[in-house]
C-alpha cells in the first residue's frame, strides 16, 4: 500500500515560519512531480507549489518569495518551508505525488492525509 505521510502543521503567529515535510511510504517504482496544495474552508483546494524530480519549482502568485518547495529523492520526501505566514495562509496543506509502479502503472495520483496550519495572534 502507497501512502504519503504528513507533518510539520500547526499554529504560528503572523510573519512566523512552519516547515512542512512529506514522505511517500509504499511499493512506488519512481515518482514525477511532488507538491503542496492547501484547502481553507468553504473553499476549493488550490495549488501552493510544485517540484519536479530535477528540483525545476512552480509557486502560485500569492506565496511566491515567501514559500520554498524542495525534495530528497532518496527519501522520497518534499517538503514546504514557509515564512512571513499571513492569516490568509490558514488551511489545510495536503502534499501530492505522481508516481509509477513497477507493474507499468504509471501516472497514479496520491494525496496525503492533511495538516491543519493556521496563522493567527
Known amino acids: 500500500q502507497v501512502q504519503l505521510v504528513e507533518s510539520g502543521g500547526g499554529l504560528v503567529q503572523p510573519g512566523g515560519s512552519l516547515r512542512l515535510s512529506c514522505t511517500a511510504h509504499g511499493s512506488m517504482l519512481s515518482i514525477n512531480d511532488m507538491g503542496w496544495y492547501r484547502q481553507a474552508p468553504g473553499k476549493q483546494r488550490d495549488l501552493v507549489a510544485t517540484i519536479t524530480p530535477y528540483a525545476n519549482t512552480n509557486y502560485a502568485d500569492s506565496v511566491k518569495g515567501r514559500f520554498a518547495i524542495s525534495r530528497d529523492n532518496a527519501l522520497n520526501t518534499v517538503y514546504l518551508q514557509m515564512n512571513s505566514l499571513k492569516p490568509e495562509d490558514t488551511a489545510i496543506y495536503y502534499c501530492?505525488?505522481?508516481?509509477?509502479?513497477?507493474?507499468?502503472?504509471?501516472?497514479?495520483?496520491?494525496w496525503g492525509q492533511g495538516t491543519q496550519v493556521t496563522v493567527s495572534s
Open positions: 501530492n505525488a505522481i508516481y509509477n509502479t513497477g507493474l507499468g502503472q504509471k501516472g497514479l495520483n496520491l
